[in-house]
């Protein structure tokens, strides 16, 4: 999902990554997608410690990770120079944040927390329908966002999406 919805303005090219909490899988993931073997990493860590390293290295990177992988991810590339495009929340928790805050503004590089539902389609269309004020004066917004898979206590199966 993330990755579509980085091609949407189509600013980025994926050339990297640690795609996988495994090396493994990693492997496997960023094969599957075409990335050269030897950008494909078995975890942050060697990658940010290597694309600083090399002449056409990256020069962002998007962390996508569950919650509380955030906020060593990104201090990893922060302190090599190299931007973070950061899905929310911040970190998991207050102390955290307040370190990365630090991090962030002794870096020469960004670092972005996306709100990532701001990309999807009917968002954008309600944006340009206020803009264009089409809807008139607006008093009162209300919006929900069901997530049906998660009626059922489905981390307890070991489903890693829903665990984190």
């Known amino acids: ?3 579509i ?3 949407i ?3 980025y090219e994926l050339v990297a990554g640690a795609l996988s909490s495994t090396p493994e899988r990693s492997r496997q993931s960023g094969a599957e ?3 050269a073997s030897d950008r494909i990493y078995d975890d942050f860590r060697s ?3 290597r694309e600083a390293k090399i002449k056409n290295g990256i020069e962002a990177v998007s962390i996508v990770t569950p919650n509380h992988m955030h906020y060593p991810a990104a201090k990893e590339f922060l302190r090599r120079g190299i931007h973070v495009i950061c899905d929310k929340p911040l970190t998991s928790n207050l102390a955290d944040a307040k370190k990365l805050l630090k991090i962030a503004e002794e870096s020469d590089a960004l ?3 996306t709100h990532n539902y701001t990309g999807y389609p009917m968002v954008r269309q309600a944006r340009a329908m206020v803009a264009s004020g089409e ?3 607006i008093r009162v917004v209300q919006a929900e966002y069901p997530q049906d898979w998660l009626a059922e206590p489905i981390e307890q199966t070991g489903q890693k999406q829903a665990a984190w």
Do not use: C, P, S, T
Request: glycine letters at 10%; zero cysteines.
């Open 135 to 137: 809807l008139g004066e």
């Open 5 to 7: 919805a980085a091609r």
């Open 111 to 113: 670092f972005v927390l």
């Open 33 to 35: 997608l075409g990335l």
């Open 47 to 49: 990658m940010a410690i």
């Open 1 to 3: 999902v993330h990755r």
């Open 9 to 11: 303005d189509d600013h």
